[in-house]
């Protein structure tokens, strides 16, 4: 079995900062890609940003220039630095991971989620 965990939501005002984490565990082989995906109220879950497993990089063009996502291989963690929120950043955001696992089945595997407020 493999789970993910994730840290670092909480309440910021608009133009602060965040800084999530997520740390995959488990009989893990390997993995892909590993990325954020966010569900505000009322809407559909939406990419924020994914990361590949040789380290290149996507983003929603909504966080172009505000999000940096990067990856520790090593740990099996992916982050997402967080700057200049905006109350339109307000969701659950969920970690996602393209897991191989020990045995080489492949499966992709979600966070619990962890809810990002922004607001005054």
């Known amino acids: 079995q493999v789970q993910l965990e994730e840290s670092g939501g909480g309440l910021v005002q608009p133009g602060g900062s965040l800084r999530l984490s997520c740390a995959a565990s488990?009989?893990?082989?390997?993995?892909?890609?590993m990325g954020w995906y966010r569900q505000a109220p009322g809407k559909e879950r939406e990419l924020v940003a994914l990361i590949r497993s040789i380290g290149n990089t996507n983003y929603a063009d909504s966080v172009k220039g505000r999000f940096t996502i990067s990856r520790d291989n090593a740990e099996n963690t992916v982050y997402l630095q967080m700057n200049n929120l905006k109350p339109e950043d307000t969701a659950v955001y969920y970690c996602?991971?393209?897991?191989?696992?020990?045995?080489?089945?492949?499966?992709?595997?979600w966070g619990q989620g962890t809810r990002v407020t922004v607001s005054s």
């Open positions: 488990g009989s893990i082989l390997s993995i892909g890609a």
């Open positions: 996602y991971a393209d897991v191989i696992r020990v045995g080489l089945t492949r499966r992709n595997y």
